[in-house]
C-alpha cells in the first residue's frame, strides 16, 4: 500500500468534512486519516449526522467498518459501540439509519469509498467472508502472542479479522495499567493503529492519546512503549506479522531491511537464494546488524567461533582466521 508514514496523528486536532461523492447521503461527514494516493484505500473516521440515511448497496471496495460511539441500525439491527463489520468488495448492504448520530472508523481496503445503489450482491463477490460481532462484549480477550516472538505480558487482543491469502490481521488490542515494553520492534508489514480509548506512549513518536492514529509502513523503528492507565485500540496489518526484536534505536529503514533479509537467509536459505539471488550460490548472505555490531566479549555471530576473551572485539573466520574466495588465496583478518 502506498500510504506514507503518518505519526503521530490525532484526529481530534482536524475539522470534519462533508462527504460528497457519488451515493453517499447528506448528513456523512469524515476526517482522512491516511489515504493511498495510487488505489483510493483509506482509512476515516465518519460521523452521521442524527436522522442520517443511506439506501441499500455494494462497494467496489472491501470494506472495515467499527462503530465507535452511539447506534447504528443496519437492516433491522441496530448496533453500538464496538460492533465491528467486514464486507467483501460487492456484497450488498442493507440501509443504514441513525436515529441520534454515530461515530464510525471506516477502512476502504482495495479502492476509494463507493456506493453503488443495490440489494442484491455483485456476482463476483466472495459474499463467505462477510462477518460481523459485537467485539466488546462477544469476544474475550486473549493473550497478545498471535505471533511468536510475542510482545511484553499486559498487552492482550482480540482477532477480528484474518486475511487467508496474505495473512492480514484487523485486531483490538489493549495495554493494561502500567504496561511497559523496553526493546525496539519493527516488521515486514504496515501496521495501523487507531486509539478508541485511552493513553499509551512511544519512544520515537511521544504521547498517543485517544483519537490517535498512525500508518507506519514497513521496518521504521517503534519502542519501547508504556501506558500508565491502558487503552484500547483497533490494529491492523497489510500481510503477516512478525516482531523483529532489537535494541538498536538509530538502525535505519534500510538496515532493518537488510537484517530481516538476513535472519530470511539463515531460516530458509534455499527460499532466499531462489527469491533473491537466483540460484546464485554466494556464500555470504545479507548483514544482520546485530551479529556484526561491536559489543563486549566480541560480535554474536562469532562468539561461537573461538572468541578470544582478551580482546573485547575480536571475532575469527574459522580455525585459522581465514576465508577463500574461491581462488585458492586466503586472506587474513587481524582486528
Not at 135 to 162: E, H, M, Q, R
Not at 227 to 239: F, K, Q, V, Y
Not at 259 to 280: F, K, M, N, S
Request: net charge negative; proline share 6%.
Amino acid at each position: 500500500m502506498a500510504r506514507p508514514h503518518i505519526e503521530p496523528f490525532c484526529d481530534r486536532d482536524v475539522p470534519f468534512k462533508p462527504m460528497k461523492l457519488k451515493g453517499f447521503g447528506g448528513g456523512m461527514h469524515y476526517k482522512m486519516l491516511s489515504l493511498d494516493t495510487d488505489t483510493g484505500a483509506c482509512t476515516m473516521t465518519v460521523k452521521l449526522d442524527g436522522g442520517y440515511a443511506q439506501k441499500p448497496g455494494f462497494s467496489w471496495s472491501e470494506l472495515e467498518l467499527l462503530v465507535i460511539e452511539g447506534e447504528l441500525q443496519v437492516g433491522d439491527k441496530t448496533v453500538g459501540k464496538g460492533h465491528y463489520f467486514f464486507v467483501p468488495a460487492g456484497h450488498a448492504m442493507p440501509a443504514w439509519r441513525s436515529a441520534q448520530g454515530c461515530l464510525l472508523l471506516m477502512m476502504y481496503n482495495t479502492g476509494e469509498p463507493s456506493l453503488v445503489e443495490s440489494d442484491t450482491h455483485h456476482p463476483d463477490a466472495r459474499t463467505d467472508r462477510y462477518h460481523e460481532t459485537d467485539s466488546y462484549n462477544d469476544i474475550p480477550w486473549a493473550l497478545g502472542n498471535v505471533t511468536k516472538p510475542n510482545v511484553a505480558s499486559g498487552c492482550l487482543i482480540k482477532l477480528l479479522n484474518f486475511n487467508d491469502r496474505s495473512h492480514a490481521l484487523t485486531f483490538l488490542y489493549c495495554m493494561t495499567p502500567h504496561f511497559w515494553q523496553d526493546n525496539i520492534s519493527y516488521h515486514d508489514c504496515a501496521e495501523e493503529s487507531y486509539h478508541l480509548w485511552g493513553d499509551s506512549w512511544m519512544m520515537q513518536f511521544g504521547t498517543v492519546p485517544t483519537g490517535g492514529y498512525f500508518w507506519r509502513p514497513a521496518y521504521i523503528n517503534h519502542g519501547a512503549f508504556a501506558s500508565e492507565l491502558g487503552c484500547i485500540a483497533l490494529g491492523r496489518t497489510d500481510s503477516k506479522l512478525f516482531n523483529h526484536f532489537h535494541y538498536n534505536p538509530w538502525s535505519t529503514v534500510e538496515e532493518n531491511q537488510a537484517r530481516a533479509a538476513a535472519r530470511t537467509a539463515e531460516r530458509d536459505p534455499l527460499l532466499y537464494r531462489w527469491i533473491v539471488q537466483h540460484g546464485h550460490n554466494h556464500p555470504h548472505g545479507p548483514e544482520d546488524f546485530e551479529d556484526t555490531m561491536q559489543r563486549i566479549g566480541g560480535s554474536r555471530k562469532y562468539r561461537s567461533v573461538q572468541p578470544d576473551k582478551n580482546k573485547p572485539f575480536a571475532h575469527s573466520h574459522g580455525q585459522h582466521g581465514q576465508h577463500h574466495h574461491g581462488d585458492d588465496k586466503a586472506h587474513d583478518h587481524d582486528h
